[in-house]
């Protein structure tokens, strides 16, 4: 289990010119990736360093969007205004994953413009939907390209500042003891800056090593 990648959801301007924007801030021309036909979305892919990958998404005019928990949750978030939806993690074998949540995955997949299909099983999507500082899973569909591949990149992920309580996270990921999701040998290159554990839970801030500098979105 890894951090794999973090989603945005789009601004008023819309998904090009958000993505355009984030991808200028950390230096890296953000990807075309193409269509959700299952959840009635669509992306743009910002690379990072270590097999992860910033996603920025946007709701169509498409039924699927009206039925589709991820469809939804985009939806939300962009009417709001727009910014941090969550963060995803990946796993080898997601039927782990469906023991934490008790419920089955839900297969996933993107038409990209040159036609390729990416393809994957996903879980708890209504989870970070109701309590939005616990990410969702993934498990990719095995001998594809990684959309961290999708383009060049020097940007990293460096820490995540998420509202909520670190007890809560570790539980949903099904951590238990020492060490758990606030540790750093966890997830040795990232930082979890937890605050707020009253206030309303989610991602607030993410951080990004570019260079020698650090960029905070």
Request: glycine share 12%; aromatic share 6%.
């Amino acid at each position: 289990m890894r951090v794999d990648h973090l989603v945005f959801a789009a601004e008023p301007d819309g998904l090009v010119a958000t993505a355009k924007r984030l991808g200028d801030m950390l230096g890296v021309e953000p990807v075309d990736g193409g269509l959700h036909p299952r959840f009635g979305t669509r992306n743009s892919i910002v690379p990072l360093l270590e097999h992860r990958f910033l996603e920025v998404v946007e709701v169509l005019d498409h039924p699927a969007s009206d039925k589709a928990p991820f469809g939804q949750a985009v939806r939300a978030r962009s009417e709001a205004g727009g910014g941090w939806l969550g963060w995803v993690v990946e796993v080898e074998d997601i039927s782990v994953a469906e023991q934490l949540v008790g419920r089955p995955a839900v297969p996933g997949n993107r038409h990209r413009p040159d036609g390729v299909e990416v393809t994957w099983k996903q879980l708890g999507v209504r989870g970070t939907m109701s309590d939005p500082q616990v990410p969702f899973f993934i498990e990719w569909t095995p001998g594809q390209q990684h959309p961290s591949q999708d383009g060049a990149t020097d940007a990293a992920l460096e820490s995540l500042q998420i509202a909520g309580s670190p007890e809560r996270v570790r539980e949903w990921l099904g951590l238990v003891g020492e060490p758990g999701v606030d540790r750093d040998d966890w997830e040795p290159e990232i930082t979890f800056d937890f605050i707020a554990p009253m206030g309303t839970p989610g991602l607030m801030s993410v951080s990004f090593r570019c260079g020698d500098e650090t960029v905070v979105l």
